[in-house]
C-alpha cells in the first residue's frame, strides 16, 4: 500500500526553481507528525539516495552536494512535506521519492526532475 505521493516534478531550467510535493492521505495525523522523513533522488545505474532530512522535531539535514540549495519542510496538519528546489543543475535529475527515514516500507512512484536548457 502507498504510503506517499509525490509531485511536483518537470523540466526545469539551470538556475530556476521547482518546488516537490509529497502527500500521505492514507495516514491519519497522529501516525505522520512522529515519523522522521526523507528526499530521495535516483538516478538510471546509481542507489537511490538520501539528499534532505527532516525529523519530528523540525530538525534538518542536507546532503553536502546540495546544502544550499534545497529546503525540506513539512506540515504535519496536512500531512505533507515539500523540498524546494533553488539554482537547479543538471546534476539534479532524476526521480525524486520521499519516505521515512528507517523502515521505508513501500515507495511511491516518485516524481521525475529534468534540469535542462
Known amino acids: 500500500q502507498v504510503q506517499f505521493v509525490e509531485s511536483g516534478g518537470g523540466l526545469g531550467q539551470p538556475g530556476g526553481s521547482l518546488r516537490l510535493t509529497c502527500a500521505a492521505p492514507?495516514?491519519?495525523?497522529?501516525?505522520?507528525?512522529?515519523?522522521?522523513l526523507g528526499w530521495y533522488r535516483q538516478v538510471p545505474g546509481k542507489q537511490r539516495e538520501l539528499v534532505a532530512s527532516?525529523?519530528?522535531?523540525?530538525?534538518?539535514n542536507y546532503t553536502d552536494s546540495l546544502k544550499g540549495r534545497l529546503t525540506i519542510s513539512r506540515n504535519n496538519s496536512r500531512k505533507t512535506l515539500w523540498l524546494q528546489m533553488n539554482s537547479l543543475k543538471p546534476e539534479d535529475t532524476g526521480v525524486y521519492y520521499c519516505?521515512?527515514?528507517?523502515?521505508?516500507?513501500?515507495w511511491g512512484q516518485g516524481t521525475q526532475v529534468t534540469v535542462s536548457s
Open positions: 527532516i525529523y519530528s522535531d523540525l530538525r534538518t
Open positions: 492514507r495516514m491519519i495525523f497522529s501516525t505522520f507528525a512522529p515519523l522522521d
Open positions: 519516505n521515512r527515514l528507517r523502515d521505508t516500507g513501500s
